[in-house]
Nanobody
Framework: QVQLVESGGGLVQAGGSLRLSCAAS????????MAWFRQAPGKEREYVAA????????SYADSVKGRFTISRGNAGNTVYLQMNSLKPEDTAVYYC???????????????????WGQGTQVTVSS
């Protein structure tokens, strides 16, 4: 069993930055790809970014490319999402997710992931 816990969300002005963290317990994440998704009120959950098991490959949604950076901690059991140049449309609950595999495959599909965190709220004011 894996438990994922996100942290780092909050309220920030447009143009600001936040760094989200996702910590795991129960099983090491170092052998699995990881991802961040987000869900805004009234909208479906959407893919944000993903990283392979060793951090060698990353993927981003077009909406965040060039502004967000996904990375892994040295031990591989923590995943980060550095969010810069935040926009009001980035407001959402952000979730981290553990992939069923170690590589980036079908990263934008929720079925690719078998464990999810509880989410952390990010609110960007204009």
């Amino acid at each position: 069993q894996v438990q994922l816990v996100e942290s780092g969300g909050g309220l920030v002005q447009a143009g600001g930055s936040l760094r989200l963290s996702c910590a795991a317990s129960g099983r090491t994440l170092s052998n699995y790809a990881m991802a961040w998704f987000r869900q805004a009120p009234g909208k479906e959950r959407e893919y944000v970014a993903a990283i392979s098991w060793n951090g060698g490959t990353t993927s981003y949604a077009d909406s965040v490319k060039g502004r967000f950076t996904i990375s892994r901690g040295n031990a591989g059991n923590t995943v980060y999402l550095q969010m810069n140049s935040l926009k009001p449309e980035d407001t959402a609950v952000y979730y981290c997710a553990k992939s069923k595999t170690n590589l980036l495959r079908l990263v934008n599909l929720a079925v690719t992931y078998d464990y999810w965190g509880q989410g952390t709220q990010v609110t960007v004011s204009s």
